[in-house]
């Protein structure tokens, strides 16, 4: 697999919005199921969502009503949509392919993940 390649991080006042995108292979995108982790500094890295095959979504509870996840399939190109942002957000966004759901969402030891972008809200 492509290594994803994450864009559109920044410093956004808490209340407004971002949106994160996501490039990779074709296969990647259209094929394997696609997410969102995050991590803030000296805390675990933790789900946000997934967008699966072919149009599922799913979306931890913490964002759910605020974030919006979506694929370009045309430009290989996931998207985070993140509105009504909190402090509690700032974090580095990750992408990643090849989620898996069981108890809880993880990428497989085949999965790629991206390099990261930082999200920094101020309250």
């Known amino acids: 697999q492509v290594q994803p390649v994450e864009s559109g991080g920044g410093l956004v006042q808490a209340g407004g919005s971002l949106r994160l995108s996501c490039a990779a292979s074709?296969?990647?995108?259209?094929?394997?199921?696609v997410g969102w982790f995050r991590q803030a500094q000296g805390k675990e890295r933790e789900f946000v969502a997934a967008i699966d095959w072919p149009t599922a979504t799913y979306y931890a509870d913490s964002v759910k009503g605020r974030f919006t996840i979506s694929r370009d399939t045309a430009e290989n190109t996931v998207y985070l949509q993140m509105n009504n942002l909190k402090a509690e957000d700032t974090a580095v966004y990750y992408c990643?392919?090849?989620?898996?759901?069981?108890?809880?969402?993880?990428?497989?030891?085949?999965?790629?993940w991206g390099q990261g972008t930082q999200v920094t809200v101020s309250s």
């Open positions: 074709g296969r990647t995108f259209r094929m394997l199921a």
């Open positions: 990643a392919s090849d989620l898996v759901h069981g108890s809880y969402w993880y990428v497989r030891p085949s999965g790629r």
